[in-house]
């Protein structure tokens, strides 16, 4: 059963006293277990597009199914009951916690909101999402602000995974990583998908790094799905400008010499 | 082959650190060549670009030396330009992009206003900002992070410096803006036959267009050479993986793949 099902989505915004569409009639599902890699340049609506999925802001137009549920439709105690099967993990996740909290305690909220385990057992959960993620327990004490960039990112996802979502939207989740780090946090998320069936919406502007971990990429362009298809049949032998665009930008690494001034010594 | 800058021994530590953000640099700079500095975060590598123009905060402590060939340190702004990754925290938000682009040149050129003025639209012109005539009564908030950056490089260049410094100027740009920044400053380097050190934390990105890489890693040099060299047969465990680390659209994917 198709675990989302976007319909007609439409979002326009006032910009100089014009109307744009961020989002434009945009229309596509996502399977269980399945990663859609979505992805398009500054500006093409994917942002926007993922904020109205977790409901941060109001569609004008268009339906999702979340669930087998009109996830628009729902509000209030409903909303916040069903949000744990839909989370998120954000690419600034500094801005994302509160920077005084400690590692427990972020990884703590979800559980007590939720209320996934009862308040005796939340430390050994915490220890266990922890261990999930690759780091030792005796993390839970630290402050957000003393673990690493790349520590911090796998926080997140334990945070996302304490609720056992279905499903968890990834807005540039490893963009602001080093890249020696960035391909073991694509490591850990694949692993928990294989591991727990859970779906992932990737939004990136990076098609190497969505190329990595997606059945299927969705090319977005000023507000419009431009392209939809499995990984290789976009990547390979993309139909939209934008699908071009997107894949001629992806730096390659080159090892013949290029000319300059050093060609010659 | 001729040094523009000698650095040797040269050691940053900024105040009330112990470590150093930079650790006995030894790096020379050549003249007209295209430059990569490449490293991941605390490398040193923004300390280095720093360092080389001159615009270290005060209180650090500094030892070894920049033996410039022409005798002194290039002066910011004239000698040397400088991109930095946020064109919106480099610009200045109540002067119109004209008015940014013309002070440099007014001021270092001597040239009047009338004169700077017609200066920065020729600039305009040169980093291909669309509608270069409305461009210069527009606001940085109104264009875009691209076009942003490059009013950012318009400005930086135009006082024809020698010398241009990218610090991470495409890392907050999406891919194909990116593209277009790094074409962009190739050709304009090439044009006027400029210097450029252009920090990254991208080693692909870099391979495409730098003469020289110098590879760093927690302050310390790793490595440096020709562009291809370094590529082709890294000589450190830490390039090697740096390179190893680079995902582009023929790495293997992750996940399994149906029906293959």
Redesign the interface.
Known sequence: MTLLAIKNLSKRFSSGGRRVAAVDDVSLTLEPGE?LGLVG???SGKSTLARILMRLLPADAGSIRFEDEDWLALSGADLRRRRARMQMVFQDVLGAFNPRATVASVLDDPLRIHAIVPKAERPKEIAALLDRVGLPASYADRSIREVS?GQRQRIAIARAIATKPSLIVLDEAVSAL???I??KI??LL?EL??ERGISYLFVS?????L?????RIAVMDAGRLTETGP??QV?ENPQSHAAM??????????????E????D? | MNRLCEIRDLSVTYRGQTAPALDRIELDIVTGERLAIIGESGSGKSTLARGIAGLLPPGIRLSGEMRWSSGQAPAPGRDLGFVFQDPSASLNPVLTVGEQVAEGARRHLGLSWKEAHAHALRMLERVHIPQPDKAMNAFPHQLSGGQRQRVAIAAALAAKPGILIADEATSALDMVVQAQIVSLLDELVREAGMTLIFITHDIALASGFADRVAIFKDGRLVETGPTSAVLASPREAYTKTLIASHRDLTTPPLIREAGL
């Open positions: 990663t340049a500054s500006g960039g080093d890249v020696s960035r391909g694509l490591e694949v998908q294989e502007h990076d098609l190497a790094v190329r990595a971990v997606s059945h990984m290789r990547i665009a997107l894949i001629h930008a992806v730096p390659r690494l080159v090892t013949e010499p290029t300059g001034p050093y060609r010594v």
